[in-house]
């Protein structure tokens, strides 16, 4: 399977924060804003896979900064990393306000996604080919987070996380 630069399935989802969206506070309820980060992670995983692809995982998201009424919110995703059939995806958020005219980073977070078949059974996705630094840095720190993840989904024993052990036991040697 040939593989694919993260240019070609970066992805920008953009929404004005309306009241319906809010909660008491007029601010953007941190319900929606991740349901909208996984929408444009989904979006992003769908177009590097060419095919449906799910929400495995979310790694931790911290809302440290309100997103108010009106504000204009900017979701960026990228595919960082393509695995078997599962693949990590960067989000980063950012909001506006028209009259401040200044763009804040608010959030960002790792989803794993992972692309089906046709009968919805899990199945292998193209490669990813990172060219700029920051893609590559992100690439190559990929696997840590995997295996961390991994192990607190309870799904990779700890004695299993090659990676992890290399950073924390190699440095010990
Ligand atoms: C995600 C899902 C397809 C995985 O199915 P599964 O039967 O566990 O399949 P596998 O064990 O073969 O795992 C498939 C891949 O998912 C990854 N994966 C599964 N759970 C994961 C988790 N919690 N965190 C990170 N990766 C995970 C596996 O590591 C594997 O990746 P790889 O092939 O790149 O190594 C399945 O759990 C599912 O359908 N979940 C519901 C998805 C959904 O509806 N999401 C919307 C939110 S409700």
């Known amino acids: 399977m040939q593989g694919k630069k993260v240019s ?10 309306m009241p319906n969206d809010t909660n008491s506070m007029n601010n953007l309820m941190g319900g929606n804003l991740l349901r909208w980060m ?4 989904g ?14 995982a979310v790694d931790n998201v911290s809302f440290s900064r309100p997103i108010k009424i009106g504000d204009v919110v900017t979701i960026n995703a990228q595919v960082t990393r393509v695995f078997n059939t599962s693949m990590e995806i960067f989000v980063d958020v950012y909001k506006e306000n ?11 977070a790792y989803y794993t996604f992972v692309a089906l078949d046709d009968d919805g059974r899990p199945v292998e996705c193209c490669e990813l080919i ?6 590559k840095h992100r690439y190559e720190r990929a696997l840590r987070r995997r295996e961390l993840r991994l192990i607190l989904a309870g799904r990779m ?14 440095e010990m040697k």
């Open 8 to 17: 070609e399935s970066f992805t920008t989802f953009t929404q004005i924060v």
């Open 38 to 41: 996984d929408i444009a992670c």
């Open 43 to 56: 979006i992003c995983g769908g177009k590097h896979a060419n095919r449906l692809v799910v929400t495995a």
């Open 98 to 108: 028209y009259r401040q005219r200044e763009k804040v980073k608010c959030n960002e």
């Open 130 to 135: 990172p060219e700029t630094d920051e893609e």
């Open 157 to 170: 024993k700890p004695e299993d996380a090659k990676e992890l052990k290399e950073i924390f036991l190699g």
